[in-house]
């Protein structure tokens, strides 16, 4: 994948990718969450993470159906070419970083799934995550008040199927000078933290919460001796908070404890084993390379000290 790095807006655009440089017309992140500080997104959405599992089962399943009551459950049939139909399992919906344990989320919907199916075998399970805005709509249009070639579609609520179709014919429209009367509704410059505020606050002190529990808790890191294949925690490595993980193989890999966006502690996904940052949903690898943004540079590599 070709990883945008930065954007200069301008006649024509230069977008700074990790290949090279491209130029545009116009613009548009569609990078689930946009990785340019401009617009304040971050503030106004906030990320969550959802677990699917395809099954294999005894029973005929039709049609698409979700609960209304918590936790959210979806399910629909999945027909393949080879003329196979897999139960999708879906649900266990929760903010990014906040599962110490996310297996045992996996684990929940295979539990509910058996209790209604006769479920033969599990054959394949993913996570993801998407974006909620504070105030329920997604933000689709310039940047912010001052863009004049660079776009955004942005916390689709996990309905992206049917807000990337919103956001394509409204961006077009845009770009092409036409009037679009959805505009008004998805509008990205509109003021969301003034217009939900209760909601604004609290996303706004749960990341103030993530980034000071985050520091708080290194302090209190422990050695990466204890650490067994397959675990991972956050350690002091000569007087830095490092991100420790043990592979299968027995190899310590440790990096920066430190999310490159801006700058909260990581946390461990276990199910992805992955470090995820809580604050605004930015992925690392074990190796500190990123998977998912906002944050476009990867985590430091951390060197134990000569003994
Ligand atoms: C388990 C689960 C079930 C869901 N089920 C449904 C459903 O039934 N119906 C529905 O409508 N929606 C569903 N959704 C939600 C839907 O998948 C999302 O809303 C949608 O994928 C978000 O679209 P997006 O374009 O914003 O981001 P993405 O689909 O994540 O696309 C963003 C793309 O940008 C790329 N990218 C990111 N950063 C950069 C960068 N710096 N440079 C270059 N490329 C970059 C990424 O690699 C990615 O390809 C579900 C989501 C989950 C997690
Ligand atoms: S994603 Fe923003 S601080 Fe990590």
């Known amino acids: 994948m070709t990883r945008a790095l930065d954007v200069e807006e301008g006649t024509p655009c230069i977008v700074k990718t990790d290949r090279g440089y491209l130029q545009a017309d116009n613009v548009i992140l569609a990078t689930q969450t946009p990785f340019l500080g401009r617009g304040g997104f971050h503030s106004k959405t ?3 993470r959802s677990y699917a599992m395809a099954l294999s089962v005894e029973d005929q399943i039709e049609g698409m159906y979700l609960n209304v009551e918590a936790p959210t459950r979806s399910i629909r049939p999945h027909p393949t070419d080879e003329g196979k139909t897999y139960l999708l399992v879906g649900g266990e919906g929760h903010a990014v970083g906040e599962e110490p344990d996310t297996s045992r989320r996996y684990a929940a919907l295979e539990s509910w799934a058996r209790e209604r199916f006769r479920v033969s075998s599990v054959d394949y399970q993913w996570s993801a995550q998407d974006y909620m805005p504070v105030d329920n709509v997604p933000f689709i249009g310039p940047i912010d008040t001052k863009a004049r070639y660079i776009y955004v579609a942005t916390g689709f609520l996990k309905w992206g199927m ?6 394509a014919t409204i961006l077009s429209d845009l770009i092409a000078g036409r009037r679009n009367e959805w505009l008004p509704v998805f509008d990205s410059r509109r003021d969301a933290l003034l217009e939900s505020p209760v909601e604004s606050l609290l996303n706004g002190l749960e990341t103030a919460r993530q980034f000071a529990t985050g520091k708080a808790s290194s302090l209190f890191a422990g050695p990466p001796d204890d650490l067994r294949p397959g675990e991972a925690t956050i350690v002091h490595v000569d007087g830095k908070k490092a991100a420790a993980y043990r ?5 310590l890999h440790q990096v920066s404890a430190t999310c490159t966006h801006l700058g909260c502690d990581v946390k461990w ?3 992805e084993a992955t470090w995820d940052c809580p604050c605004h949903g930015s992925r690392f690898n074990y190796d500190g390379s990123v998977i998912q943004g906002p944050a476009v540079d990867a985590l ?3 060197e134990e000290p000569p003994s």
């Open 269 to 271: 996904n276990t199910a």
């Open 247 to 251: 592979d299968e193989a027995g190899k």
């Open 46 to 48: 906030k990320p969550s």
């Open 162 to 167: 049917t807000h990337s179709m919103v956001a």
């Open 300 to 302: 430091d590599a951390v």
